[in-house]
């Protein structure tokens, strides 16, 4: 799942990790014979990374995600807020029903917001089921907007309609 567009090309995967290492091997086997699938998964203390690849910072995530209503990376966002990592195999698994659930339980504990009133089946909001009340977005803005920490990147990640990837009257 992702998205990909061709501006000397930019993707966005739900598991970076494995899409990496699938290219990664496409390109190897044009040059040499290689044995194996690839895995995901933590490795032994003792290696050595092959490379290092940090993420941008959340708020460059936000303004795209707002910006060019991406809507693969607002599912992927919730999966990773439903991961973890396995205790007995080491692998990183995503979930949407724990990514769904913690967002619910946070809009619960936070703003008093229950299931009653809401309805979330997808990150993106694209699914027909989903229902969120005008009023709990503004409550949840509200907040974000009283604490120095998210005002800016958020005020910053808002489109404006008509110019950038929003509906337009």
């Known amino acids: 799942r992702g998205d990909l567009e061709n501006e000397y090309t930019k993707v966005l995967a739900s598991r970076p990790d494995i899409y990496f290492g699938v290219r990664f091997l496409e390109e190897l086997t044009e040059l040499i014979s290689v044995d194996g699938d690839v895995k995901s998964g933590l490795v032994a203390y003792e290696m050595e990374p092959l490379l ?6 959340l708020k460059s995530w936000l303004y795209e995600l707002n910006h060019n209503s991406n809507n ?14 396995d205790t007995f195999d080491g692998r990183f698994k995503t979930d949407l029903a724990r990514g769904l659930e913690t967002v619910e339980s946070l809009l619960l504990e936070q703003f008093g917001v229950g299931k009653q009133s ?17 009023q709990t977005l503004v ?14 990147p958020v005020l910053d990640s808002l489109g404006l309609q008509g110019f950038h990837k929003t509906a337009s009257v």
């Open 139 to 152: 409550m949840v803005l509200n907040r974000l907007m009283g604490t120095d920490a998210y005002k800016y």
């Open 118 to 134: 809401l309805s979330m089946v997808d990150g993106s909001g694209l699914h027909h089921d989903n229902r969120v009340p005008a």
């Open 72 to 85: 693969a990376l607002a599912d992927g966002l919730l999966l990773l807020i439903g991961s973890e990592v």
């Open 52 to 57: 290092k690849v940090e993420s941008r910072p």
